[in-house]
T-cell receptor, first 110, second 115 residues
Framework: RKEVEQDPGPFNVPEGATVAFNCTYS??????FFWYRQDCRKEPKLLMS???SGNEDGRFTAQLNRASQYISLLIRDSKLSDSATYLC???????????FGKGTRLSVIA | EPEVTQTPSHQVTQMGQEVILRCVPI?????FYWYRQILGQKVEFLVS????????KSEIFDDQFSVERPDGSNFTLKIRSTKLEDSAMYFC?????????????FGPGTRLTVL
């Protein structure tokens, strides 16, 4: 079983649309959860952390359901600049290695 | 803003040759990592390094791989005898110390092509 699984994508949406990505993880001992963004042939960059209470950063909202081992990311009012691959990432603790999902590609179309 | 740097940006080598990928982590960081990403695949952990020794390594990190922090700034990944399947993007990352999660900052990567 894959450790972190994501929607296969790609998602092609018009500007202004709302899009949601889902992710599940297999290690119940995972403690911290994140969404990273990766542009083509670039390094991953932290988009936001994910908390059980849910958290919002502008147009981005992340949710965590520990019981279901499920993470989500909602992007409202999509911009062309949101086009990228979104990586679901989990970590066991502290400074242990990041475990990445394969990513979901988003293309926002004018 | 401090950043992780990596050199070279692209390395082309012949199968069986040794390569050294170089990284300069953020100066006050204490944890260092190497990850790789084969084209079209997920980012995979290779090795982590703390207090001048390997703290964790994955199955990918076999005897062909080694890491070193030769001075106070550089962190290197050596592949002794490259294989075709070593072709990938190699990312270095670093983070600060802490009991809770500390963000791992990634360098821009080195694209390794083995012919």
């Amino acid at each position: 079983r894959k450790e972190v699984e994501q929607d296969p994508g790609p998602f092609n949406v018009p500007e202004g649309a709302t899009v949601a990505f889902n992710c599940t993880y297999s290690n119940s001992a995972s403690q911290s959860f994140f969404w990273y963004r990766q542009d083509c042939r670039k390094e991953p960059k932290l988009l936001m952390s994910v908390y059980s209470s849910g958290n919002e950063d502008g147009r981005f909202t992340a949710q965590l359901n520990r019981a279901s081992q499920y993470i989500s990311l909602l992007i409202r009012d999509s911009k062309l600049s949101d086009s990228a691959t979104y990586l679901c990432v989990v970590i066991s603790s502290g400074n242990t290695p990041l475990v990445f999902g394969k990513g979901t590609r988003l293309s926002v179309i004018a | 803003e401090p950043e992780v740097t990596q050199t070279p940006s692209h390395q082309v080598t012949q199968m069986g040759q040794e390569v050294i990928l170089r990284c300069v982590p953020i100066s006050n960081h204490l944890y260092f990592y190497w990850y790789r990403q084969i084209l079209g695949q997920k980012v995979e952990f290779l090795v982590s390094f703390y207090n001048n020794e390997i703290s964790e390594k994955s199955e990918i990190f076999d005897d062909q791989f080694s890491v070193e922090r030769p001075d106070g700034s550089n962190f290197t990944l050596k592949i002794r005898s490259t294989k075709l399947e070593d072709s990938a993007m190699y990312f270095c990352a670093s983070s600060d110390r802490g009991l809770t999660y500390n963000e791992q900052f990634f360098g821009p990567g080195t694209r390794l092509t083995v012919l």
